[in-house]
T-cell receptor, first 114, second 111 residues
Framework: EPEVTQTPSHQVTQMGQEVILRCVPI?????FYWYRQILGQKVEFLVS????????KSEIFDDQFSVERPDGSNFTLKIRSTKLEDSAMYFC????????????FGQGTRLTVV | QKEVEQNSGPLSVPEGAIASLNCTYS??????FFWYRQYSGKSPELIMF????GDKEDGRFTAQLNKASQYVSLLIRDSQPSDSATYLC???????????FGAGTRLFVKA
């Protein structure tokens, strides 16, 4: 069964460093998303991406964050100058058809900023 | 501010019983409704989605949607210990690209 894959599964970084989280969405999906979940809290929307551009972003997704689809398969989230409060699980997800349909999540990347 | 509200639980039911999970949402422009299951330390796993008023059944799971009351529920029949997890209600809005999640209800099925 097709699945969304994320790498790495766990990333430890020093405060102020840049990190890139990587995702390979399901191959025939058209919409891509990043969500995060701080330990013990809600899953929070960060950004959606369609047709090679951001379609919607939350107030969390400030200038510190960027997304890119550098080729036909990968989808990345870059966090510049990480802060302690960026420590969370980051989930990539993809949807097959139009927006607001079911999203399938990857296994997540646990980011720890020290 | 669009909100999705769930009782945090824990909801405890005996094995074989029906578990009923509830969710309310604030925005009448809501279009799509989802139930995800999340085991501790894992990613959300899609269980059901529903777009229209009424019931939708898939195996042991039934999703119920009442747009007039802004209410969506999930019934789990013949609950099993393996159903013990946090159940996330999620809502997507007309004209938007994001899904808003509730905080989740922890379900515990006792063997």
């Amino acid at each position: 069964e097709p699945e969304v894959t994320q790498t790495p599964s766990h990333q430890v970084t020093q405060m102020g460093q840049e990190v890139i989280l990587r995702c390979v969405p399901i191959s025939n999906h058209l919409y891509f998303y990043w969500y995060r979940q701080i330990l013990g809290q809600k899953v929070e929307f960060l950004v959606s991406f369609y047709n090679n551009e951001i379609s919607e972003k939350s107030e969390i997704f400030d200038d510190q964050f960027s997304v890119e689809r550098p080729d036909g398969s990968n989808f990345t989230l870059k966090i510049r100058s990480t802060k302690l409060e960026d420590s969370a699980m980051y989930f990539c997800a993809s949807s097959p058809r139009v927006a607001n349909t079911e999203a399938f999540f990857g296994q997540g990347t646990r980011l720890t900023v020290v | 501010q669009k909100e999705v509200e769930q009782n945090s639980g824990p909801l405890s039911v005996p094995e074989g019983a029906i578990a009923s999970l509830n969710c309310t949402y604030s925005d009448r422009g809501s279009q799509s409704f989802f139930w995800y299951r999340q085991y501790s330390g894992k990613s959300p796993e899609l269980i059901m989605f529903i777009y229209s008023n009424g019931d939708k059944e898939d195996g042991r799971f039934t999703a119920q949607l009442n747009k007039a009351s802004q209410y969506v529920s999930l019934l789990i029949r013949d609950s099993q210990p393996s159903d013990s997890a946090t159940y996330l209600c999620a809502v997507a809005y007309t004209g938007g690209f994001k899904t808003i999640f509730g905080a989740g209800t922890r379900l515990f099925v006792k063997a």
